[in-house]
């Protein structure tokens, strides 16, 4: 594993702010995030991003099995310094793993991954979910005052991206629920119509007809009205 020339930070930051949340999904962004982190980030050689939803912690985007290995072992031990990063909404700086004590099960594992020093970020991305931006290296004291200013920079940017991504997956799942409600609302009102006219019953007459329909047939009105509408479509 080789450390390389940090990307430039203000193109790093400018890429981050081309991010087009209307294409790929959630996991392809944090990809990106972590991929723009890791380049420009002097020291990291890995870089995660952890995603907490529901007391439930996932490692969202990686850009190497070290980091995916080390962010594994703390959500298996219940705590680490991503976890009290995103937890915290705080800064964790490790500067060398062989010296830290405040997580002594963890960090001998780390030391044994190859890791020596960490810098984990915590991302608010929103009231329900928290997250951190987790950077790792193989060499103690590999982060400096540059790379901590840079990090909280670059990761002040990744809030906005990640906030906005998880927003707009949100947003986008409501817009199926009501299409599929808008949809549903409309086969309905067509099945109500077609007994209407059968029957020459009244509106609420209709409706009642197809939700005892539904109850004795046990099955969901929707499906009740669409076999109604495709039975009076047939020759």
Known sequence: MTTQIPMD???AVA??????????????IFGRVAELAKQSIPGAEEVSVTLIQADKATTAAFTGD???HLDERQYEQGHGPCLAAAAGGETVHITDMTAEDRWPDYTPEAV????RSSLSIGIPVQQ??????????THPDAFGDDALELGATFASYAAVALSNAHLFSSTAALAVQMKEAMASRAVIE???GILIAQRGCSTEE?????VRASRNGNRKL?????????KSQQP
């Open 15 to 28: 890429e981050l702010g081309r991010i087009n949340l209307a294409e790929g999904d959630l996991g392809q």
């Open 112 to 115: 044994r991954e190859g890791a």
């Open 128 to 137: 329900a979910a928290t997250g951190a931006l987790n950077i790792y290296s």
């Open 222 to 230: 929707r499906d009740i009205c669409q076999a109604l509408v495709e």
């Open 9 to 11: 930070p203000m193109l």
């Open 206 to 210: 209709a409706f009642d007809i197809l």
């Open 66 to 68: 070290l980091a995916l």
């Open 190 to 192: 067509q099945a109500k």
